[in-house]
Protein backbone atom coordinates (compact mmCIF):
# COMPACT_ATOMS: atom_id res chain seq x y z
CA UNK A 1 0.00 0.00 0.00
CA UNK A 2 1.45 3.65 -0.78
CA UNK A 3 -0.20 5.42 1.72
CA UNK A 4 2.41 6.70 2.55
CA UNK A 5 3.46 8.85 -0.60
CA UNK A 6 1.91 12.00 -0.40
CA UNK A 7 1.11 14.21 -3.42
CA UNK A 8 -0.11 17.82 -4.23
CA UNK A 9 -0.61 17.13 -8.24
CA UNK A 10 -4.15 17.01 -7.88
CA UNK A 11 -4.78 16.70 -11.86
CA UNK A 12 -3.27 13.36 -11.38
CA UNK A 13 -5.33 10.08 -12.40
CA UNK A 14 -4.23 8.62 -9.04
CA UNK A 15 -4.23 11.72 -7.01
CA UNK A 16 -7.05 11.14 -4.30
CA UNK A 17 -8.25 13.76 -1.31
CA UNK A 18 -5.96 14.35 1.71
CA UNK A 19 -3.22 14.95 -1.11
CA UNK A 20 -2.60 11.38 -1.30
CA UNK A 21 -1.40 8.64 -4.26
CA UNK A 22 -3.61 5.95 -5.00
CA UNK A 23 -1.50 4.44 -7.75
CA UNK A 24 -0.23 0.91 -6.82
CA UNK A 25 3.31 1.28 -7.62
CA UNK A 26 5.31 4.66 -8.53
CA UNK A 27 8.24 5.52 -9.84
CA UNK A 28 10.56 8.45 -9.77
CA UNK A 29 13.40 9.09 -12.07
CA UNK A 30 15.29 11.98 -13.58
CA UNK A 31 13.71 14.54 -15.46
CA UNK A 32 15.92 14.17 -18.50
CA UNK A 33 15.03 10.23 -18.33
CA UNK A 34 11.17 11.15 -17.85
CA UNK A 35 10.81 12.99 -21.10
CA UNK A 36 12.72 10.99 -22.70
CA UNK A 37 10.76 7.76 -22.13
CA UNK A 38 7.37 6.89 -23.58
CA UNK A 39 4.29 6.49 -20.99
CA UNK A 40 4.32 2.53 -21.35
CA UNK A 41 8.06 2.63 -19.39
CA UNK A 42 7.11 3.08 -15.54
CA UNK A 43 6.98 1.41 -12.55
CA UNK A 44 5.89 -2.35 -14.15
CA UNK A 45 9.36 -2.05 -15.40
CA UNK A 46 11.05 -0.03 -12.40
CA UNK A 47 13.80 -3.01 -11.95
CA UNK A 48 15.04 -2.55 -15.79
CA UNK A 49 15.47 1.12 -15.62
CA UNK A 50 19.28 1.78 -15.39
CA UNK A 51 19.92 4.66 -12.47
CA UNK A 52 19.38 8.17 -12.98
CA UNK A 53 21.13 10.47 -10.91
CA UNK A 54 19.98 13.97 -9.98
CA UNK A 55 21.92 16.78 -8.37
CA UNK A 56 18.47 18.23 -6.48
CA UNK A 57 15.25 17.43 -6.53
CA UNK A 58 13.82 20.10 -9.27
CA UNK A 59 15.97 17.13 -11.53
CA UNK A 60 13.41 14.69 -10.25
CA UNK A 61 9.93 13.81 -11.61
CA UNK A 62 7.00 11.41 -11.21
CA UNK A 63 6.83 9.03 -14.38
CA UNK A 64 3.76 7.83 -13.07
CA UNK A 65 1.96 10.89 -13.55
CA UNK A 66 -0.56 10.81 -16.18
CA UNK A 67 -3.18 13.55 -16.54
CA UNK A 68 -6.89 12.72 -15.11
CA UNK A 69 -8.78 11.69 -18.40
CA UNK A 70 -5.91 11.19 -20.41
CA UNK A 71 -6.07 8.51 -23.15
CA UNK A 72 -2.69 7.24 -22.18
CA UNK A 73 -4.29 6.04 -18.43
CA UNK A 74 -3.97 2.27 -19.07
CA UNK A 75 -0.54 2.33 -21.49
CA UNK A 76 1.89 1.46 -18.44
CA UNK A 77 -0.27 -1.53 -16.61
CA UNK A 78 -0.24 0.79 -13.07
CA UNK A 79 -3.46 0.61 -11.20
CA UNK A 80 -5.40 2.55 -8.71
CA UNK A 81 -5.87 0.98 -5.06
S1 LIG B 1 1.34 9.06 -9.62
FE1 LIG B 1 2.89 10.58 -9.06
S2 LIG B 1 2.03 12.56 -9.68
FE2 LIG B 1 0.37 11.06 -9.62
S3 LIG B 1 -0.54 11.27 -7.57
FE3 LIG B 1 0.99 9.63 -7.49
S4 LIG B 1 2.89 10.63 -6.81
FE4 LIG B 1 1.48 12.23 -7.54
Redesign the pocket.
Known amino acids: MNQH ?1 H ?1 S ?1 NN ?1 H ?2 AEGNK ?1 D ?1 NE ?1 VVTSDSFGSSMPDRIDATQASTISATPASSCMETC ?1 K ?2 VERGSKNINVDGVTRL
Open positions: ICVCYWCAICTF
